[in-house]
T-cell receptor, first 119, second 115 residues
Framework: AQTVTQSQPEMSVQEAETVTLSCTYD???????LFWYKQPPSRQMILVIR??????QNATENRFSVNFQKAAKSFSLKISDSQLGDAAMYFC????????????????FGQGTILTVHP | NAGVTQTPKFQVLKTGQSMTLQCAQD?????MSWYRQDPGMGLRLIHY???????DQGEVPNGYNVSRSTTEDFPLRLLSAAPSQTSVYFC??????????????FGPGTRLTVL
């Protein structure tokens, strides 16, 4: 079974600065997807960024980028030019790519990291 | 469209009571899932469905039942509520397999308290 670990329960950053959230995972699979989700106080889960394991290029979405180290099974999220609206709980998640049949749609989540942004 | 909707937003039950959490999506998604979120544990998968009439168990299925009679709806039933089921419940949906279509969309959540 896959596991996802976020070792930073809380992080803080000054507005306009850069912060990196860590995520490691354990899997015996070679092909999979990794995600970062944002959960603001409204509790809605919002997809931030998505990485396909077979792609070596790190995914980027505006101010959000990842550092994907497949051999180290590490998937960190970098938020540049932090804004007050970035304050939220962030979850790292894993999904198998080669799963067939009914195994699609199964996400494994980490414990989450609470990000505070100081003005 | 409304995306993924969940009702109710809040619910308080007594131990032993049963209830159904509703989830609906209007995006014609094949895949739907139920998760529970507990402090310090992230989200854990309860049950999921890959289409009408097809469901399967996730990581923590005990005490919950699901069915999927239509593409749009995926209700979660608590058979006999227990305090251990106090949690926030999220429903999610996605188109299905494929590099651009399997991103999951989450509902706003239901906060359930069992006394």
């Amino acid at each position: 079974a896959q596991t996802v670990t976020q070792s930073q329960p809380e992080m803080s950053v000054q507005e306009a600065e850069t912060v990196t959230l860590s995520c490691t995972y354990d899997t015996s699979e070679s092909d999979y997807y990794l995600f970062w989700y944002k959960q603001p106080p409204s509790r809605q889960m919002i997809l931030v960024i998505r990485q396909e394991a077979y792609k070596q290029q790190n995914a980027t979405e505006n101010r959000f980028s990842v550092n994907f180290q497949k051999a180290a099974k590490s998937f960190s999220l970098k938020i540049s030019d932090s804004q007050l609206g970035d304050a939220a709980m962030y979850f790292c998640a894993y999904r198998s790519r080669n799963a067939g049949g009914t195994s699609y749609g199964k996400l494994t989540f980490g414990q989450g990291t609470i990000l505070t942004v100081h003005p | 469209n409304a995306g993924v909707t969940q009702t109710p937003k809040f619910q308080v039950l007594k131990t032993g009571q049963s209830m159904t959490l509703q989830c609906a999506q209007d995006m014609n998604h094949e895949y739907m899932s139920w998760y529970r979120q507990d402090p310090g544990m992230g989200l854990r998968l309860i049950h999921y469905s890959v289409g009408a009439g097809i469901t399967d168990q996730g990581e923590v299925p005990n005490g919950y039942n699901v069915s999927r009679s239509t593409t749009e709806d995926f209700p979660l039933r608590l058979l006999s509520a227990a305090p251990s089921q106090t949690s926030v419940y999220f429903c999610a949906s996605s188109y299905g397999p494929g590099p651009r279509t399997d991103t999951q969309y989450f509902g706003p959540g239901t906060r359930l308290t069992v006394l």
